[in-house]
C-alpha cells in the first residue's frame, strides 16, 4: 500500500513528542503501545494522551489551537470525535486518508505545515490472517454498521490485493448511511467488486448462508455492554463454515458475537490485532523506522501484562 515519506520535524532538545487527541481517552491504551515501541528502536521521546472536550475544541480554533499549545508536538494521532476535523484541517493528505476522508495520524514537516494520514484500513488488513487476505477475491462479506471504523475497514477490504469479491453493507439506518454508500460504490465499481446495502431486518439465512466474511464495526457487545451481539446464535448458525468472523471490539476480549463464532465452530478474531497494526503503522510514519516483524508480538505481550 501507498505511503509518503516525509522527514519528520524533531525537537532535539526534548526528544520526539507524540500524542493522541480525541475525547474522552481514559481507557486509551495507546500510550502503553506507542511507549513499547519507542523503547523498541531506542528513540527519546514520551507519548501524552490529550483530551480536549468538544466544546472547547470548536471554541477555539481547533486543531491550530492544539499544536500552539503544543509546540513541542512532533506527530498525534487523532480519534473520536475529531477525525473528520483532522482530515479538513491538514495541509496535505495521504491517499488511504484521502481515500477514507478522515485522519487517525497527523505528522509536523520541517516546513511546519502538516500531514494527515489513515492507519485504521491498513491495520484492519495487516491483523487478518494470511489465509483470509489470500482469499479476499472469492470472498463475500458482510460488514455491519456504518460509521467511522466501517469506512476504513471498507477502504481495506476493496482496496487490499486481491480486492474482496463482494461487500454487504447491513445497516439500521440505510439514509443515515448514504454518504458511506455513495463512496464505497465508487469503490467498489473503481476495483470491479460488488457493493449493496440491506437493513438489519433484512439478514436472511440465505444472505447469511453464501457470507464467508463478517466484520462487526458496530459498538454492540462492547463493554459495558457485554450480553448484546449484533448477530444472533441462530444468524450464526447459518453461516458456512469456512466464515471468518472479525470484531472490531478488544474490549472484551471475547464478545459474545466471537463466543457464538467458537460455539460454532468458526475462526474469528477480536479488535486487538487492528489497534496494534494501526498504531505500529502509525508509529513508522511519524518516524519512518521500518516496521519490524516482532513489534506486533512485544506490543501484545506488553497490553497482556498491562490490562490482564
Ligand atoms: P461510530 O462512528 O459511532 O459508528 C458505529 C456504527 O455502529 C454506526 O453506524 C451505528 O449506527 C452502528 N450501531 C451502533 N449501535 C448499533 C446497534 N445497536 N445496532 C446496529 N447498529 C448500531 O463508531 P466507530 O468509530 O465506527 O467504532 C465502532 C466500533 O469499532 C467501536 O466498538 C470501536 O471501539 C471499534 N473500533 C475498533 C478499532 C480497533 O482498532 N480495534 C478501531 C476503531 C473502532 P448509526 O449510524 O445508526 O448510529
Redesign the pocket.
Known sequence: MYLEREPLHLSASQGLQLGLVGYPLNKSLSPIIHTTLLNLCEINGQFDLLPIEPEFFHRTEGFSSVVANHPTLAGFNVT?PYKVDAYQWVAKKTSQADRIQAVNTVKRLENGTYIGHNT?GI?FYKALPEAIKTSLGNRHAIV???????R?VLEALFFAQPAVQTIMLV???VE??QPIIALATQWATAVGSTFSVIP?EALSPALLGTTTLVVN????G?VPDVE?S?LSLTQLQALPADCYISD???KPAETLLLQYASQQGLAHQN??G??IY?AIEAFSFWTNNPIQPHWAKTIEVTLQDAIG
Open positions: 473520536i485504521d491495520g455491519l454498521g456504518a460509521g467511522g471504523a466501517c476504513a445497516v439500521r439506518n443515515k448511511a438489519f464495526t458496530t459498538p454492540v462492547m448484546a449484533p472490531l471490539i478488544y479488535g486487538l487492528m489497534l494501526q
